[in-house]
T-cell receptor
Framework: DAKTTQPTSMDCAEGRAANLPCNHS???????VYWYRQIHSQGPQYIIH???NNETNEMASLIITEDRKSSTLILPHATLRDTAVYYC??????????????FGSGTKLNVKP | GAVVSQHPSWVICKSGTSVKIECRSL??????MFWYRQFPKQSLMLMAT?????????EQGVEKDKFLINHASLTLSTLTVTSAHPEDSSFYIC?????????????FGPGTRLTVL
């Protein structure tokens, strides 16, 4: 079962930063937080992942709170092409459980002109 | 890099027939592949996990005789929907990972839309 909760939808103005929150209060110490997005009728696209420290790549930044119970994905300058459903996933780290992903309901980000 | 393909991208079949969907990792060898199903306006639901050369592990509630999974090589996994019925109509998505470790990323295919008439 998914271990994350996210708002159902969010709006963001084009060119502005989009901040997408995720709650994962039951996360275990060795479980990673992953973010993916899914544009309509396509497969999910990997964005970023982290364990404890904040992470940044060419797509986004990931801010993880010190207690690791929540995180925020930041798209620094949202464009219309960033309109998608964003999924925050806690990757299972159980031995012999093959690091499965259980998707929650995600956040529909609407980037508006 | 890290490209996963699926074939076909869409398929329409008659009720009672079987349909095979292929998932390939194009530029890496995948020790583990995953199969998901997604109904309209819903999230992805994990169906099963497959490892090359061994039997697939199915999630609770997923019929293993209905959804046959074969992971014949490190670059190919197939999902066969047997005796398909209209309620099996869905978007089927596979993913592949190089290593079954906590730091490894899953790379997703583009999905296959199955419509059963």
């Amino acid at each position: 079962d998914a271990k994350t909760t996210q708002p159902t939808s969010m709006d963001c103005a084009e060119g502005r930063a989009a901040n997408l929150p995720c709650n994962h209060s039951t996360i275990s110490g060795n479980e990673y937080v992953y973010w993916y997005r899914q544009i309509h009728s396509q497969g999910p696209q990997y964005i970023i992942h982290g364990l404890k420290n904040n992470e940044t790549n060419e797509m986004a930044s990931l801010i993880i709170t010190e207690d690791r119970k929540s995180s925020t994905l930041i798209l620094p300058h949202a464009t219309l092409r960033d309109t998608a459903v964003y999924y925050c996933i806690v990757r299972v780290a159980e031995i012999n459980n093959f690091n499965k992903f259980y998707f929650g309901s995600g956040t529909k980000l609407n980037v508006k002109p | 890099g890290a490209v996963v393909s699926q074939h076909p991208s869409w398929v329409i079949c008659k009720s009672g027939t079987s349909v095979k969907i292929e998932c390939r990792s194009l530029d890496f060898q995948a020790t583990t592949m995953f199969w998901y199903r997604q109904f309209p306006k819903q999230s992805l639901m994990l169906m099963a996990t497959s490892n090359e050369g061994s039997k697939a592990t199915y999630e609770q509630g997923v019929e293993k005789d209905k959804f046959l999974i074969n992971h014949a090589s490190l670059t190919l996994s197939t999902l066969t929907v047997t005796s398909a019925h209209p309620e099996d109509s869905s978007f089927y998505i596979c993913s592949a990972s190089l290593l079954a470790v906590a730091t490894d990323t899953q790379y997703f295919g583009p999905g296959t839309r199955l419509t059963v008439l």
